[in-house]
């Protein structure tokens, strides 16, 4: 008899340390779920996911990947004349449309300075279509301008214009700076011409350019019209440029 109430207690001292410890670990699952959720407000989604998988550490590698840089132009003029809390709103409304523009097309933000984006695509993971996932891109963030700049003037606000300039190539990918400033980052010269590239669509007086490595990997899938080649900074030679007018298999 005393044994049969031994065995029932500690039976249902077990089934308590069940109960509490399950409770626990919904707890832990709940706090990690918006932890990651917090997190992703910073680094893409997609990056989150691969920090969180045990095992994989993000090594630095060198990587063939897409560089897209985006800027408004004219912005910091701008600013001057409107109200600090309406700029902060404009450009997160800009930022907003472009992110989602770049993110339905594999695509993922890595740096916001100032009114400028620089967006990666086969960075994380190897994308053999990345130069006409970053096109796409493109000519998305193209229509969600036009139809951000609608809602602008609706509420008597200026529009907005900005280029585009997309190149490829080897760059170091990686974590890279140190402690709460470390960041999943590339560099190398890529960065810089895709940069420059973007540079030339003022001149151009275009709001979206290409490289010929990425016009060689579209096919004839894209309405484009070549410019002047043109040398740019810290290049010997001058960089030839294509402008896409359309998506020419819509």
């Not at 109430?5 to 001292?13: F, I, K, L, Q």
Request: with cysteine.
């Amino acid at each position: 008899m005393l044994l049969g109430s031994a065995v029932a207690g500690y039976a249902w001292t077990l089934r308590a340390q069940r109960r509490q410890l399950e409770r626990l670990l919904d707890a832990a699952d709940a706090k990690l779920e918006r932890l990651q959720r917090q997190f992703e407000r910073f680094v893409p989604s997609d990056l989150v996911e691969r920090l969180t998988d045990v095992g994989d550490e993000l090594k630095p590698a060198r990587r063939y990947v897409t560089i897209l840089f985006a800027d408004l132009r004219g912005f910091t003029a701008l600013c001057d004349r409107l109200d600090p809390a309406v700029t902060v709103d404009i450009l997160n409304g800009y930022f907003g449309h472009m992110i989602e523009a770049i993110t339905q097309h594999h695509g993922h933000v890595t740096e916001l300075v100032g009114d400028g984006l620089l967006a990666l695509f086969g960075a994380l993971q190897p994308n053999p279509w990345q130069a006409r996932d970053a096109v796409l891109s493109a000519l998305a963030m193209r229509s969600a301008l036009a139809r951000y700049n609608q809602t602008l003037l609706a509420r008597q606000l200026p529009e907005l214009r900005f280029g585009i300039g997309i190149h490829a190539g080897e760059v170091i990918a990686g974590i890279i700076g140190t402690g709460a400033l470390s960041k999943f980052s590339v560099t190398g010269d890529p960065i810089n011409v895709a940069s420059r590239v973007e540079g030339l669509t003022s001149a151009m007086q275009v709001d979206l350019l290409i490289t010929e490595v990425i016009r060689d990997r579209l096919g004839d899938d894209f309405d484009l019209a070549p410019m002047p080649a043109t040398l740019v900074k810290g290049k010997a030679a001058p960089i030839r440029t294509w402008t896409v007018r359309a998506d020419a298999v819509r």
